[in-house]
């Protein structure tokens, strides 16, 4: 954490300025905006990012539906109510939905007999995807979006696919830490590229 806002508005703009710096805005207890950038930082080495032989076969057997940017406020919702205590305020979902009809948020959702039961969204700004949350209803259905997600980026050309912090649940799908300064070189040149979504 390195800064509050005691007025938590989030527009468009000032949410794009703050990821082409780092920075990030998750919601505090007493519901002011904590904007994070943190040392070290972890992400996802996409060239290397790709489901075991074990859960290919489990994503091959699911009959899962994939799809992108067709259910997103939805995809929010349920990241911010399905672990329980959630830095995803109501006006965070406002916001990146806002965010997301400009174009520069995007869900990737599972679907399963036509029920939304897992996705994952995040922030896209040139070559540079930031993962924000995902959720899963049904086994696997969370890592069949993310796995969906890190083919997608690979294909348009993203060189950068942030995930913020390190824990057991990303570093489980591959996340490494790499130190800020890195982190924020490789930012500069990424958000400049001529890629999209």
Same mark, same amino acid.
């Given at each position: 954490?390195?800064?509050?806002?005691?007025?938590?508005?989030?527009?468009?703009?000032?949410?794009?300025?703050?990821?082409?710096?780092?920075?990030?805005?998750?919601?505090?207890?007493?519901?002011?905006?904590?904007?994070?950038?943190?040392?070290?930082?972890?992400?996802?080495?996409?060239?290397?990012?790709?489901?075991?032989?074990?859960?290919?076969?489990?994503?091959?057997?699911?009959?899962?539906?994939?799809?992108?940017?067709?259910?997103?406020?939805?995809?929010?919702?349920?990241?911010?109510?399905?672990?329980?205590?959630?830095?995803?305020?109501?006006?965070?979902?406002?916001?990146?939905?806002?965010?997301?009809?400009?174009?520069?948020?995007?869900? $990737? /959702?599972?679907?399963?007999?036509?029920? @939304?039961?897992?996705?994952?969204?995040? !922030?896209?700004?040139?070559?540079? +995807?930031?993962?924000?949350?995902?959720?899963?209803l049904e086994t696997n259905a969370s890592k069949a979006a993310f796995h969906h997600l890190a083919a997608?980026?690979r294909n348009r050309g993203f060189q950068l696919f942030d995930t913020q912090y390190a824990n057991p649940?990303?570093?489980?799908?591959?996340? $490494? /830490?790499?130190?800020?300064?890195?982190? @924020?070189?490789?930012?500069?040149?990424? !958000?400049?590229?001529?890629?999209? +979504?």
């Open positions: 954490m390195l800064g509050k806002d005691a007025a938590p508005l989030l527009t468009p703009s000032l949410l794009l300025a703050a990821y082409r710096q780092g920075f990030f805005p998750m919601t505090a207890d007493d519901g002011t905006i904590e904007w994070h950038n943190p040392d070290p930082r972890a992400v996802f080495p996409l060239e290397s990012i790709r489901p075991n032989n074990r859960l290919q076969r489990h994503l091959r057997s699911a009959s899962f539906d994939m799809r992108l940017d067709t259910a997103f406020q939805a995809v929010m919702e349920h990241c911010a109510t399905v672990h329980g205590e959630s830095w995803i305020s109501p006006g965070m979902v406002d916001a990146y939905t806002e965010l997301h009809r400009s174009g520069h948020a995007h869900s $990737v /959702e599972t679907w399963h007999g036509g029920s @939304l039961v897992g996705g994952i969204y995040g !922030v896209g700004i040139g070559a540079a +995807f930031f993962g924000e949350s995902m959720f899963s997608h980026l649940h990303t570093s489980a799908l591959g996340a $490494v /830490e790499i130190p800020r300064r890195e982190f @924020l070189d490789r930012l500069a040149v990424a !958000v400049i590229a001529p890629v999209s +979504f």
